[in-house]
């Protein structure tokens, strides 16, 4: 699970089967990997345009879904850059593996999860 903070910390917890969660190491700053332009793409594809994907957005909305997974790839390497958080994720993938596949959470508010692997 990665929990980011009002104030821009995150932390990255394991949550496995049957435990309570644990957090790895201590939070750290984050340096957002995506700029202005692409948040806000980023905003309006998941809030706008999943809603209505037809009409005045048919070319712009295939167009920031073909940017999700290089936009994944660049948050991924920014929350597991740190020993820690990378070697919690590496042990979690290694037991998917024998029972299946793994879920990793993302917690952006409070109340708010995402799964993002």
Same mark, same amino acid.
């Given at each position: 699970?990665? @929990? ?9 917890? *394991?949550?496995? @089967? ?7 190491? &201590?939070?750290? #700053?984050?340096?957002?990997?995506? *700029?202005? @332009? &692409?948040? &806000?793409?980023? !905003? ?23 940017? $999700?997974?290089?936009?994944?790839? !660049? ?10 958080? !990378?070697?919690?994720?590496?042990? $979690? ?14 917690? $952006?508010? #409070?109340? @708010? ?5």
């Amino acid at each position: 699970m990665v @929990d980011v903070t009002v104030d821009g910390l995150v932390s990255v917890w *394991t949550w496995l @089967d049957g435990e309570l969660p644990s957090v790895v190491g &201590e939070p750290v #700053e984050l340096a957002w990997p995506l *700029t202005g @332009d &692409e948040l &806000e793409d980023l !905003r309006w594809y998941l809030e706008d345009y999943l809603r209505a994907p037809f009409g005045v957005y048919e070319q712009r909305g295939p167009q920031v879904a073909g940017r $999700l997974a290089e936009w994944g790839q !660049r948050m991924f390497s920014v929350l597991f850059s740190g020993t820690e958080a !990378r070697d919690a994720y590496v042990a $979690l993938r290694t037991r998917a593996v024998g029972v299946g596949a793994g879920v990793l959470t993302a917690r $952006l508010g #409070e109340d @708010d999860r995402v799964n993002v692997a």
